[in-house]
């Protein structure tokens, strides 16, 4: 089966710096990778997501980026602020709307 | 936007009983749902998926018969967590998949934080 591994597990970052967050997946069957933000007590938030037939996507101060031939993508945030700090998952699956593998998470945190 | 529910919000229980979590699509139709469990400061573990009107589909290790999960309606997903004990105590989170959206994009309700005592 499918397995994402996120990378790194903790990111300090200071207001206005760039955070980046990697993950890497295993089954070359996979074709769609989103990225959710989730804050403490709450239920997970799609903030932007890619399909294997696009390279790069970007909206505002979010990019992803897709590497299918190494299989692995990223997310970019730029110019931090204070409210971008929350916990980060990357996940993938076949197809939209399928079941997705979660990596374990990123916690963020943007100090001003 | 689409919109997930769940309720309740958080839950409070005695070892042994049994627990029923809703989750809703309030403005979608929801073909399929899923079921995640989340333990603290862990990820995402994909407990099961329903589609409307049949059984659902089971992960390897999730025992079916103490997770029940019933998908009677387009809008509605339930899971009974039956004869709780303290390690079930999780955040059950549900996700719905727009079934007219061409994008089909999943939709993650706000949880439902169970503690067995």
């Known amino acids: 089966g499918e397995n994402v591994e996120q990378h790194p597990s903790t990111l300090s970052v200071q207001e206005g710096d760039s955070a980046v967050i990697k993950c890497t997946y295993s089954?070359?069957?996979?074709?769609?990778f989103p990225w959710y933000k989730q804050e403490l007590g709450k239920g997970p938030q799609l903030i932007i997501d890619i399909r294997s037939n696009v390279g790069e996507k970007k909206d505002q101060r979010i990019a992803v980026t897709l590497n299918k031939t190494a299989k692995h993508f990223s997310l970019h945030i730029t110019e931090t602020q204070p409210e971008d700090s929350a916990v980060y998952f990357c996940?993938?699956?076949?197809?939209?709307?399928?079941?997705?593998?979660f990596g374990k998470g990123t916690t963020l945190s943007v100090s001003s | 936007g689409a919109v997930v529910s769940q309720h309740p919000s958080w839950v409070i229980c005695k070892s042994g009983t049994s627990v029923k979590i809703e989750c809703r699509s309030l403005d979608f139709q929801a073909t399929t749902m899923f079921w995640y469990r989340q333990f603290p400061k862990q990820s995402l573990m994909l407990m099961a998926t329903s589609n409307e009107g049949s059984k659902a589909t089971y992960e390897q290790g999730v025992e079916k018969d103490k997770f029940l999960i019933n998908h009677a309606s387009l809008t509605l997903s339930t899971l009974t967590v039956t004869s709780a004990h303290p390690e079930d105590s999780s955040f059950y989170i549900c996700?719905?998949?727009?079934?007219?959206?061409?994008?089909?994009?999943?939709?993650f309700g706000p949880g439902t934080r169970l503690t067995v005592l």
């Open positions: 089954d070359s069957a996979s074709n769609y």
């Open positions: 996700s719905a998949r727009d079934g007219l959206a061409v994008r089909g994009t999943q939709y």
């Open positions: 996940a993938a699956s076949p197809e939209a709307g399928t079941a997705l593998i």
